[in-house]
């Protein structure tokens, strides 16, 4: 009875979910879909910059958005009213969405006829940036009153996204914030990252940030 | 404390393990964590019979092993300790380096009975 075996794994945790993860991007873009993966902490304005994003592009493109909220449909709400397909994951207690969850989200919400959905993600700098959702591109808030600090505190976060979104420019002056710190920080630990400064609330910077999706979304459909 | 989900999605990987490999009983787990991840050992310990409870591994040890997180200084290439050296090469006083070890979160084996 006591005969022992080591069988031995080496495998990462991560490993079952980026496999998944690989085959939903597949998937994807197969159907044509455009997934944005879209992170920051609690209250850095994703949803407000969702609804900023989609007014620029909704004549351009059909946009579907996914919100995942650890227990509320107070996002799915305000997103609704834009009249835009959306729809609610409630992570149950779970800090962050892997892509299986996300798949199943993406069914709920039906992707045929839609070029971009975005995916906005628990609010929460660290679990999201270990779990692949499957998403085309990965996006970062960063807002100006939570500090110029934030790339030296969660550097896996900072090393993961295609671009960062420096939200609530129209505070600068009233915090200690500087810009040009956090743009290096950011590009040493990430060189090819793209850093937008904007106001989701005045609308600055929304133009550029536009510009990045439609190129992405451009390129997703054509590779 | 982010540390339970993670370890669902551990449990996940085993289970799937086990059965492709006609495991049915675990005696021990053994997981390595680097230093730089973002798992802290003590909170996986903390809810890992939370998140074993009522599975087919409900009495299976667990047992963690930390790998160091070491980087390889770009002028200089001197392997070294990032959390001891504060980032800094012990050689040239450097900041930039490759990052070789210490982000991991691994199973690493089973022991089955
Ligand atoms: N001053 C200023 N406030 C902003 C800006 N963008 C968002 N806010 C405010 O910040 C608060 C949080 O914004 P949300 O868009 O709800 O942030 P969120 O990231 O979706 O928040 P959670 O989903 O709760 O994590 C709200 O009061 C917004 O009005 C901005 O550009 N400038
Ligand atoms: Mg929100
Ligand atoms: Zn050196």
Redesign the pocket.
């Known amino acids: 009875m006591n005969s022992f075996r080591v069988l031995e794994i080496k495998q990462s945790v991560f490993e079952d979910n980026d496999r998944d993860a690989d085959l939903l991007r597949d998937e994807l873009k197969k159907d044509k879909t455009f997934l944005l993966n879209l992170m920051?902490?609690?209250?850095?304005?994703?949803?407000?910059?969702v609804i900023r994003t989609i007014e620029a592009l909704k004549d351009e493109m059909k946009i579907g958005v996914l919100e995942a909220?650890i227990d509320s449909d107070v996002?799915a709400h305000t997103v609704s009213k834009t009249g835009t397909r959306v729809i609610q994951l409630h992570t149950g207690g779970m800090c962050h969405l892997d892509a299986d969850m996300t798949r199943q989200g993406l069914n709920g919400l039906g992707t045929s006829g839609l070029d971009f959905v975005i995916l906005?993600n628990v609010?929460n700098l660290v679990c999201p940036a270990e779990f692949d959702t499957g998403a085309s591109k990965n996006a970062m808030?960063l807002?100006v009153p939570e500090g110029d600090d934030k790339p030296l505190k969660y550097p896996l976060m900072f090393s993961i996204v295609d671009v960062l979104l420096i939200?609530?420019?129209?505070?600068i002056d009233y915090f200690d914030f500087d810009l040009e710190a956090v743009k290096e920080r950011v590009k040493k630990l990430n060189p090819n990252i793209k850093v937008i400064p904007?106001?989701?609330?005045?609308g600055e910077g929304m133009e550029e940030w536009a510009e990045w999706i439609r190129a992405e979304v451009k390129n997703w459909n054509q590779q | 404390m982010h540390e339970l989900g993670v370890v669902f999605e551990v449990i996940k990987n085993v289970e799937n393990f086990a059965k492709k490999n006609g495991v049915t009983k675990i005696d021990t787990l053994v997981l390595q964590i680097g230093e730089l991840s973002s798992m802290i050992p003590k909170y996986i310990e903390a809810c890992y019979p939370a998140a074993v409870d009522g599975t087919f591994m409900q009495y299976t040890k667990l047992k963690i092993e930390i790998l160091p997180g070491n980087g390889l200084c770009k002028k200089c290439s001197t392997v070294f300790n990032l959390m001891k050296n504060g980032g800094k090469c012990p050689g040239c006083r450097n900041e930039e380096w490759e990052l070789l070890s210490g982000k991991e979160f691994m199973i690493k084996e089973i022991i089955a009975c």
Request: charge should be neutral; hydrophobic fraction near 20%.
């Open positions: 920051s902490s609690p209250g850095s304005g994703k949803t407000t910059t909220d996002d906005e609010g808030i807002s939200n609530k420019m129209d505070a904007i106001s989701a609330k005045k």
